[in-house]
C-alpha cells in the first residue's frame, strides 16, 4: 500500500478522521464534493470481511466506481464490489482484487504502469462512471464529481498463538503483492 502526506495509513485501533474541516483552502482534498464514507484497505487475500473489522456488525456489498491515483499522473475510474458496513458507513476493499482489477487494465493499455504506487482516493457517482465510458472524461472532470473518503485506514492483523502475559501478540505482515509487480 502506499502512503502519502494525504492519507497516512493507520491500524483500525488508531483510527483517524483527515477531514476534521472541509474548507476550501484543505490541501489535503481531491474531489470536489462532499466526502463520503470510511474506506479500509484489507492487505491479507485469505482473510474475508463477512463482518465490519470496526464495529462486528455483519457487512453487505456495494458496488461503487472507485476513483485510483496511479504514479506517475494515471487517474482510473474502478468499479468495484466492496464490503460494506451501514454502521459505520465503511466500504471494506481487498486490496489483492483492486490490483487484480488494475493488472488486467493496465496489461492492455500501458503495460509500464504495472507495479508503480497507486492510492484509492475516493468514489464517483455511477452516472459519473457510465459518462466516462461512453466518452473519456479528463482528471479535472473526475476530480470535480468526486467524493474524497471521510477516513482511510489500512487493517493490521495481529498473529494468532500463546504470548505471555502482559505481551502484546506481533502484527502480522501481509504479504506482498502477486500481481502488481514491475516486470524488469
Not at 4 to 31: Q, T
Not at 70 to 83: A, K, Q
Not at 132 to 159: P, V
Request: with cysteine.
Amino acid at each position: 500500500m502506499v502512503t502519502s502526506p494525504c492519507y497516512p495509513v493507520v491500524s483500525l485501533n488508531n483510527k483517524v478522521k483527515y477531514f476534521d474541516k472541509m474548507s476550501k483552502k484543505n490541501p489535503n482534498k481531491f474531489g470536489k464534493l462532499k466526502p463520503k464514507y470510511n474506506f479500509t484497505l484489507n492487505p491479507y487475500p485469505e482473510q474475508r470481511s463477512s463482518s465490519c473489522p470496526d464495529c462486528g456488525a455483519k457487512t453487505g456489498q456495494r458496488k461503487l466506481p472507485l476513483v485510483v491515483h496511479i504514479d506517475p499522473m494515471n487517474l482510473m475510474l474502478l468499479n468495484y464490489t466492496n464490503r460494506y458496513c451501514k454502521v459505520c458507513d465503511m466500504l471494506i476493499g481487498h486490496k489483492h482484487e483492486i490490483e487484480h482489477h488494475l493488472t488486467e487494465t493496465f496489461l492492455k493499455i500501458g503495460p509500464d504502469i504495472i507495479g508503480n504506487n497507486y492510492l484509492v482516493l475516493g468514489t464517483v457517482d455511477k452516472k459519473i462512471w457510465y459518462e466516462h465510458n461512453n466518452q473519456e472524461k479528463t482528471s479535472r472532470d473526475i476530480l470535480n464529481h468526486a467524493h474524497d473518503f471521510i477516513s482511510y485506514q489500512e487493517l493490521r492483523m495481529s498473529m494468532a498463538g500463546w504470548f505471555p502475559q502482559g505481551q502484546e501478540p506481533p502484527e502480522m505482515k501481509p504479504p506482498p503483492s502477486k500481481e502488481w509487480l514491475r516486470k524488469n
